[in-house]
């Protein structure tokens, strides 16, 4: 099927073998037809994608302020601006990705979040809020979701159900909320795996202990009811992602170490540096941190995307 890819400026004039000055001359012109998205021009290019399985992989953890849903956000974008169909579930009463993405969580209707799945069993219509990039938005009213799941039999499964019955995305990614309740389980359960953000300090290093011994007990719980799913894997954490590093502290520094040993677990992704001024911006404008202007950020998630891509998620190449 063909998807329309986005290139950043600087990428198309490289690849055309011409300066960035002439390609923004181009552009004024009217010779090359680009689009604005933040403070980027990026040039669409028709691509051809090829059908496979919907892949699900949830942002995990019940430390909070790790980065699960800049993360979510930001790599979301990337992925879809590459060519594939990206669907985010914000599966957070506290709506942060909901809002991050300039969707007001106070107009968001109940029947628009999961508390549809939990309810109905099936999914909301997403929102479409940047190109190949959707959403299922959140508001307060989902944490009544806790209590209904909790009556609701085999309700650790509903979004896993829902999401399986769901056609015409390349990748969902779930913005977990930073808890070990029953919206947590559902959002951990629903799909091929978790990526754990680590805040590269003491508060992240205890968190991920916690993390790995429930990881294991969720994988136990989904063997029991999807044996073929989680056949010849050993762990259901498909990638630790560093955050918040800061080269200059030595325990950052330490975590990272740390983290490495645990290579045999799941795959170490890029680090994300601590960078609160554009985070800030992007949170204040509501739009990814590659719109930000701030290219050192926007490189950064690429390479974590470049990573995941390669190593996590089973995504067809894009062929231009």
């Known amino acids: 099927m063909k998807r329309e890819r986005l290139i950043p400026l600087p990428e198309y004039a490289k690849r055309e073998g011409i300066s960035e000055s002439l390609a923004r001359k181009w552009l004024k012109e009217g010779r090359l037809e680009a689009v604005r998205l933040g403070h980027y021009w990026y040039v669409p290019e028709w691509v051809e994608v090829p059908e496979g399985r919907v892949e699900t992989y949830t942002l995990f953890t019940h430390a909070g302020g790790a980065g699960k849903t800049s993360l979510a956000r930001d790599v979301g974008f990337?992925?879809?601006s590459r060519g594939y169909k990206v669907l985010l579930v914000d599966a957070d009463p506290q709506a942060n990705l909901t809002a991050w993405l300039g969707v007001d969580p106070s107009t968001v209707r109940e029947d628009d979040t999961l508390l549809r799945v939990i309810r109905q069993d099936s999914l909301p219509t997403p929102r479409e809020v940047a190109p190949n990039l959707y959403l299922i938005p959140s508001s307060v009213d989902l944490a009544m979701g806790e209590l209904e799941l909790d009556r609701k039999p085999l309700g650790a499964l509903a979004l896993r159900t829902?999401?399986?019955r769901l056609e015409g995305y390349d990748l969902v990614l779930v913005d977990s909320l930073p808890s070990l309740g029953s919206?947590?389980?559902m959002g951990a359960l629903a799909g091929d795996g978790l990526l754990v953000p680590v805040e590269t300090g003491a508060k992240g290093l205890q968190a991920l202990k916690a993390v790995i011994k429930v990881?294991?007990?969720y994988r136990e719980a989904l063997r029991k009811v999807d044996p073929e799913r989680v056949a010849g894997r050993s762990h259901m954490i498909r990638a630790f992602i560093p955050?918040?590093?800061d080269a200059r502290t030595q325990g950052d520094n330490r975590v990272l170490e740390a983290l490495q040993e645990l290579e045999e677990l799941a795959p170490v992704a890029p680090r994300v540096a601590y960078r609160p001024g554009?985070?800030?911006?992007?949170t204040e404008a509501q739009v990814p941190i590659q719109l930000t202007g701030d290219r050192e950020?926007?490189?950064e998630i690429a390479k974590v995307a470049d990573f995941l891509l390669?190593?996590?998620?089973h995504l067809q190449e894009v062929v231009a």
């Open 162 to 164: 829902a999401l399986e």
């Open 183 to 185: 919206l947590a389980v």
């Open 310 to 313: 390669e190593r996590v998620f």
């Open 243 to 245: 955050t918040k590093y």
């Open 78 to 80: 990337e992925v879809a």
């Open 215 to 217: 990881a294991r007990e």
């Open 297 to 299: 950020a926007a490189e």
């Open 278 to 282: 554009p985070h800030r911006k992007a």
